[in-house]
């Protein structure tokens, strides 16, 4: 059974920085790219930042200089480090896990964890 489980979610004031953390569990966690989506209120899910099997990465334009997402193969852990936060980056966080090496583009989603940036 495949499990993505979220945490390091929550409230800062703007400016502040939080790091999103996601476990996996029940994939070849290096099979897989990896990366966070996000919703927030009354907004469509969006791409934050994503991290293939091989190390690269990409990031909304939004959060590009601000955020930095990292995988640790070792641990199946992908971390997303949010810093100088913005009240826009409010949204429940989302971790997925995309297979890529076998190519059946199958995708796992996390529950989501909250992410409430006010003052």
């Known amino acids: 059974q495949v499990q993505l489980v979220e945490s390091g979610g929550g409230l800062v004031q703007p400016g502040g920085s939080l790091r999103l953390s996601c476990g996996a569990s029940g994939i070849i966690f290096s099979a897989y790219d990896m990366g966070w989506y996000r919703q927030g209120p009354g907004k469509q899910r969006e791409l934050v930042a994503g991290?293939?099997?091989?190390?690269?990465?990409n990031y909304a334009d939004s959060v590009k200089g601000r955020f930095t997402i990292s995988r640790d193969n070792a641990k199946n852990t992908v971390l997303l480090q949010m810093n100088n936060l913005k009240p826009e980056d409010t949204a429940v966080y989302y971790c997925y896990a995309r297979e890529v090496v076998l190519g059946t583009g199958r995708v796992h989603w996390g529950q989501g964890t909250p992410v409430t940036v006010s003052s």
């Open positions: 991290i293939t099997n091989g190390d690269s990465t």
